[in-house]
């Protein structure tokens, strides 16, 4: 079984006896194993957020189950423990800091687990120095700038100790600077303190990042694999009107006109490395026909 | 421009002040500001101010904050200061008509601007050398007793706690949703007072409904962080008092004392 089990699940945000409802999620099954990391992704409104906060039990399905290592979300004797372990990121870095100091924010999440003092202090210390923002411990948090502030949060969630961290859409109040910044981190937690990540994202080339990738669709799996897997299938992406990475979508056309082009490139590294030689060839080509 | 305005105005500091237990200052500023009003002669007030004066240079935060603060209020000061020209009898130094200045009148308005003075200090010297968070959780502690009757302490600490955090935030939206209906036209320099006040919607619906977004978002990063109110709750920062306490402690009663005895042994000003 794997760390984060959904099982067919159903969601509407309607009542249960509206005469129309609106399903956002219509039966969900996916597992997120330990240490994986995972990039969501959809359109708004194919129910990728929605699935997310099902992860924490913020929300129950209203059919199916969620499994947290083993610990039924339904359950609610198991509720804090399975907040504990599986942390959520929200999307706006301002409205989810509590106190007007970044340490004492850290802090938070501990002092309602009920932590000694001194264990609390290492946990705040140990996790901003693991977002790098232990210089910024005194600082208010309204004076950081936005990745900073998603940082924070993200340390917040730390000191918690989870086995997994859920972000819904970090990155999209964030300038490039702070996004590199969050993902960055984010990386380096799943490296090194074999932290499960969950990256919500709308931002193809976050996705191309992580181990495996699923899109969503009208509250379904569209598909899921390996970023090559899902980039590679270009024509169902267009079709649900969702973009690819540029580069995929560069070899896809020039494969379209007839170029011949080894693999599917996710990165703009990778798309120099193939379309190289077939500059090269091209060059040469037009060399001799000069003469 | 709108966020220069600081709320609690905290100073940041190393002082004998700064580090006294936040809980140990909110009472003996309590104490103090009752013993302004006990004190009914100028040698008891004259006592209090000196303490004033000692803990304002103890403080260590410069002068000119605390006259800042003075000019704030100096409306309040002369405008009570004059009412009481007129109170109080003694000889009379001016008359014009059925107005007149009696000395008693005099001694009245400095006694009543000292008073006023010193109360506007010992708050600030609160204020200044106190972060809002030791405040709040000074207050959180202070006001625990009141638990038996019921009282939610720890919920009011949570939502002062709250609302400092979120007083930058708001100003700094305020400033964007000013500046986005200005774009658009609106005009908020002008005109009368209903005018002005009328041209004040517009900033205040848009700011509204944001907060209670934020309110709702706010909810639910703390449920997702397992907040579940004050029960089995623990705290990062343990406050401790300390020797430098017990000083602060003998020093203010020492004081209280000497006004007592001023009251007994001098004649009251006011009557």
């Known amino acids: 079984m ?80 399975i907040r504990r372990r599986v ?71 730390i000191a918690m100790q989870p086995d997994c961290i859920v972000l819904d859409e970090p990155t999209a109040m964030l300038d490039p600077r702070g996004r590199t910044e969050v993902l960055d981190t984010l990386h380096k937690l799943n490296k090194e303190k074999g932290i499960t990540i969950v990256l919500i994202t709308h931002y193809m080339d976050e996705a191309v990042q992580a181990g495996r990738v699923i ?43 007839g170029f011949d082009l080894p693999g599917c490139p996710l990165t703009i590294e990778e798309c120099v490395a193939a379309l190289e030689p077939l500059l090269k060839k091209a060059t040469v080509g037009e060399a001799y026909g000069d003469h | 421009m709108i966020r220069d305005i600081t709320l609690g105005q905290y100073i940041p500091g190393k002082s004998f002040i700064h580090r006294l237990a936040p809980r140990v200052k909110i009472i003996l500023t309590f104490v103090y500001i009752v013993f302004i009003f006990v004190a009914s002669n100028f040698e008891g007030l004259l006592t209090m101010s000196v303490l004033i004066l000692g803990i304002l240079l103890l403080s260590g935060v410069p002068l000119s904050q605390y006259f800042k603060s003075l000019k704030a209020i100096l409306f309040v000061v002369i405008f009570t200061s004059v009412l009481n020209l007129f109170y109080g009898g003694g000889n009379v130094l001016w008359s014009w008509g059925f107005i007149q200045i009696t000395s008693g009148g005099v001694a009245n308005a400095v006694f009543v601007t000292i008073r006023i003075i010193s109360l506007i200090l010992f708050s600030s010297v609160l204020t200044f050398t106190t972060s809002p968070t030791e405040l709040t959780d000074a207050l959180e502690r202070i006001m625990k007793p009141l638990k038996l009757l019921h009282v939610k302490v720890h919920e009011i600490a949570m939502m002062m706690t709250i609302a400092l955090r979120f007083v930058p935030t708001l100003l700094e939206e305020t400033d964007k949703i000013m500046s986005a209906q200005k774009a658009r036209g609106a005009d908020m320099e002008s005109g009368g007072l209903m005018q002005r006040i009328r041209a004040l919607i517009p900033i205040l619906i848009p700011l509204f409904v944001s907060s209670f977004r934020r309110a ?14 004050g029960e089995g709750r623990t705290k990062m920062k343990v406050l401790h008092a300390t020797s430098l306490d017990a000083v602060a402690v003998v020093v203010s009663l020492v004081v209280c004392a000497a006004v007592v005895a001023c009251n007994l042994y001098f004649p009251a000003v006011l009557h």
């Open chain 1, 87 to 157: 942390g959520l990121v929200l999307q706006n870095p301002d409205n989810q800091l509590v106190a007007s100091v970044v340490e004492e924010d850290v802090a938070f999440g501990p002092e309602n687990l009920g932590v000694p003092p001194e264990e609390i202090r290492r946990r705040v210390d140990e996790a901003l120095k693991a977002v790098e923002m232990y210089d910024f411990r005194l600082n208010a948090p309204y004076k950081l700038s936005g990745g900073q502030k998603q940082r924070i949060a993200i340390a917040g969630i």
């Open chain 1, 215 to 257: 899109v969503m669709d009208s509250g379904r799996i569209l598909t899921e694999g390996t970023p090559e897997e899902v980039f590679s299938q270009v024509e169902l992406l267009k079709k649900h009107h969702l973009d690819v990475p540029q580069a995929t979508e560069l070899a896809y056309r020039l494969k379209a006109s």
């Open chain 2, 216 to 229: 709702y978002d706010l909810a639910m990063a703390m449920e997702c962080r397992c907040y579940h109110g």
């Open chain 1, 2 to 81: 794997d760390y984060i089990n959904a099982e067919n699940i159903t969601f509407s945000y309607d009542e249960p006896e509206a005469a129309e409802r609106h399903e956002v999620l219509r039966g969900v099954s996916l597992g997120i194993r330990k240490g994986e990391f995972v990039a969501l992704l959809g359109h708004n409104g194919s129910g990728k957020s929605t699935i997310a906060k099902t992860f924490n039990a913020m929300l129950l399905p209203s059919g199916g189950k969620v499994y947290v290592d083993k610990m039924d979300t339904q359950d609610e004797s198991v509720l804090y423990e």
